[in-house]
């Protein structure tokens, strides 16, 4: 038992400095092109200075290492097995009657921890980062209207309406949106407050308007109860529970908010009547991470651990490359079916993961037992 557990420390201690080597070549690369991209946008903004340039880089590394995990656990564990496989020690430990699975166990605690402290350390890093990142690149390098603008200009919005009925709700759209000095201001706007069996109150219809804290200011409004017509009312108050960064918020992309914000901010938008399946899905993802590095390490154990003299190893290597970005492919493709909501959240964030794992399993299974 203390040879295995000797082992176990070894074999532990190799793999965590590849994977950590590995992760951190590939982010160096990554933000290396991250930044000639950078470079490359600034080049027709003559006022913008370098030091912007470097410092959005600089934000962006915590963000590209989260992103490159996985992928390091894999190649670290694949570069790690096979060296030692290819030193004939792995080879020795399984004749000694050492399973594979005993000396895999310490390797596979150690994937699992770099996950979890990446979900809990990492992850409010760098959403914090991220986000001063887009804040920056929205002031230096953009031209568009802001987060608003990936909505098309307009703006669908259902949320709670007290006033006539305590669970009413009221619908708002407006048809143009924009941002004018740091007021969100709206135009084209109609309004439709409903009881809690959906039931039509009143139609509201303004021209324009504004959003105060916590309250829209509609101008020149009208208003029509059923069976009646349009009647001018002027300026009508229409509370709210959002303000205008809360509405800025619901637009930023889901890397910027944290593990610990997520949920209560996932609360809010559905409360708010915003859509929150992009952040429900970047929330499990962030809890599926610690399985989803246990699972690639296991995985560059199942295609690298083969022996040399049985030939065939760059062939095994290459699938084990080939099987994490087709793991990749199919989390991509399964996130996009979650964001269309053609597969729940949590479906579409632990699916991938948990298939990557039976394959490492079996793997596994067959190398020691086949």
């Known amino acids: 038992m203390s040879i295995a557990m000797t082992l176990s420390r070894y074999i532990a201690r190799q793999f965590v400095l590849s994977v950590l080597a590995m992760i951190a070549s590939l982010t160096g690369v990554v933000c290396l092109f991250d930044f000639i991209d950078l470079v490359r946008r600034v080049a027709t903004r003559p006022n913008v200075s370098t030091n912007i340039v470097t410092e959005i880089a600089g934000l962006h590394i915590p963000y590209f290492t989260m992103e490159i995990l996985p992928f390091g656990i894999l190649l670290g564990g694949i570069v790690c097995f096979w060296r030692l496989t290819r030193s004939s020690e792995l080879i020795v430990a399984r004749a000694a009657g050492i399973s594979a699975w005993q000396f895999l166990a310490a390797p596979l605690a150690c994937a699992i921890l770099i996950g979890t402290i990446a979900t809990c350390l990492i992850s409010p890093l760098s959403s914090a980062m991220y986000h001063r990142a887009e804040e920056l690149d929205q002031q230096y390098l953009r031209s ?18 007290t006033q006539y009925d305590p669970h009413g709700v009221a619908m708002l759209h407006a048809g143009d949106v924009k941002v004018e000095d740091g007021q969100l201001h709206i135009r084209n706007v109609s309004v439709f407050r409903l009881d809690h069996e959906n039931r039509l109150i009143m139609r509201i219809e303004s021209p324009d308007g504004f959003l105060k804290t916590h309250a829209w200011m509609l101008h020149h409004a009208t208003v ?25 918020e619901s637009f930023a992309s889901p890397d910027a908010f944290s593990v610990w914000t997520l949920p209560g901010f996932i609360r809010l938008l559905e409360h708010s009547g915003f859509s929150s399946i992009r952040h429900r899905i970047h929330f499990q993802s962030l809890l599926a991470l610690p399985i989803l590095a246990g ?41 996009q079916f979650g964001k269309s909501g053609a597969l729940p959240p949590i479906l579409a964030a632990w699916a991938p993961t948990l298939a990557g794992l039976c394959l490492a399993v079996a793997l596994l299974l067959h190398l020691e037992d086949g």
């Open 144 to 161: 568009d209207g802001g987060p608003l603008s990936l909505f098309g200009g307009a703006l669908w919005l259902r949320q709670a309406d």
């Open 224 to 248: 029509a109860k059923p069976n009646s017509i349009l009647q001018p009312v002027g300026t009508l108050v229409l509370p709210t529970t959002l303000t205008f960064e809360r509405v800025q």
């Open 295 to 335: 699972t690639m390490a296991l995985v560059s154990a199942g295609f690298s651990m083969r022996p040399s003299r049985r030939g065939g190893v760059a062939k095994m290597v290459g699938s084990g490359v080939m099987a994490g970005f087709l793991l990749f492919t199919i989390s991509k493709v399964a996130e």
